[in-house]
């Protein structure tokens, strides 16, 4: 059974950092694109970062430059460094792999206060 499973979420103020994890179970993240999704309260879930197995990222707009996508492919675990966090990036953000058809952890809450 793929299990995801997400670790590193919390509440913090606005310009604090934090880093996610994701570690996987039963699935490679070195076999398929990767990455984490959020899903703000009223919204659709929506793509915050990949990265490929070749180690190419790409990065929604609203994160440019503040958030970066790393991989321990040794350690099967995939990371999310977030900075400079922002009131919009309160979510729960779920860890991926395989796309929107792949595999879901269960998701961490991140909440930032102003």
């Known amino acids: 059974q793929v299990q995801l499973v997400e670790s590193g979420g ?3 103020h606005s310009g604090a950092s ?3 994890s994701c570690q996987a179970s039963n699935i490679l993240f070195s076999l398929s694109v990767s990455g984490w999704y959020r899903q703000a309260p009223g919204k659709q879930r929506e793509l915050v970062a990949t990265i ?3 180690g190419k ?3 929604a707009d609203s994160v440019k430059g503040r958030f970066s996508i790393s991989e321990a492919y040794v350690r099967n675990t995939i990371y999310l460094r977030m900075s400079n966090l922002d ?3 309160t979510a729960v953000y779920y860890c991926n792999v395989g ?3 792949g ?3 269960q998701g961490t809450q991140v909440t930032v206060f102003s």
């Open 18 to 20: 934090l880093e996610l």
């Open 87 to 89: 009131p919009d990036d």
């Open 52 to 54: 490929t197995r070749d």
């Open 99 to 101: 796309g929107q058809t």
């Open 103 to 105: 595999y879901w952890g």
């Open 57 to 59: 990222t790409n990065y």
């Open 10 to 12: 919390g509440w913090v």
